[in-house]
T-cell receptor, first 114, second 115 residues
């Protein structure tokens, strides 16, 4: 079945540091890939997405590129801020009948210190 | 424009009891999905409703059931509660048939504690 593996946290960075959160997946067909963010006490918010190989999703300075050859969708940001502190989830949505069902990774907690 | 709203935000039950959680989807959305998020874990898909029918179901027992109403709102019911049902229950909505059909809008969740 479908699965998502993302790097274990927690990750602690200083403000303006470079961020990478690794995500790899296993899926049949050609899934869509997502990064969701969850701030304390809130639900999940879509951060970015990519729907086909070599697509790059970007939003709020975050980027991720859909790499079919390595089945990866790593999240990056060049300079993190304290306000980026949250839990980040990588997820996939399989093509076909399951297109509305998301499979999530376990999440990576990011803490950014001033 | 209201997003996805869920109620109640927090509730405490005891083992063996039953619980009903409610969800109103984002305006313009017609599909509702429910997810269970245990502490420190990613959300897990429970089921999805469209046109008042359960369309897809994850690996959850029959104790978990749901309903969708003509106004697209939805309920999640859990019977015979177990301690392991303690979790954040997330409702998500989307619009079937749109180009962004697999982009879900999530509510803030209902935090269920089973004692």
């Amino acid at each position: 079945g479908d699965s998502v593996t993302q790097m274990e946290g927690p990750v602690t960075l200083s403000e303006e540091a470079f961020l990478t959160i690794n995500c790899t997946y296993t899926a049949t067909g050609y899934p869509s890939l997502f990064w969701y963010v969850q701030y304390p006490g809130e639900g999940l918010q879509l951060l970015l997405k990519a729907t086909k190989a070599d697509d790059k999703g970007s939003n709020k300075g975050f980027e991720a590129t859909y790499r079919k050859e390595t089945t990866s969708f790593h999240l990056e940001k060049g300079s993190v801020q304290v306000s980026d502190s949250a839990v980040y989830f990588c997820a996939l949505s399989s093509s076909g009948a399951g297109s509305y069902q998301l499979t999530f990774g376990k999440g990576t907690k990011l803490s950014v210190i001033p | 424009d209201a997003g996805v709203t869920q109620s109640p935000t927090h509730l405490i039950k005891t083992r063996g009891q039953q619980v009903t959680l409610r969800c109103s989807p984002k305006s313009g959305h017609d599909t509702v999905s429910w997810y269970q998020q245990a502490l420190g874990q990613g959300p897990q898909f429970i089921f999805q409703y469209y046109e008042e029918e359960e369309r897809q179901r994850g690996n959850f027992p029959d104790r978990f059931s749901g309903h969708q109403f003509p106004n697209y709102s939805s309920e999640l019911n859990v019977n015979a509660l177990l301690l392991g049902d303690s979790a954040l229950y997330l409702c998500a909505s989307s619009r079937r048939g749109s180009s962004g059909a697999n982009v879900l809008t999530f509510g803030a969740g209902s935090r269920l504690t089973v004692l």
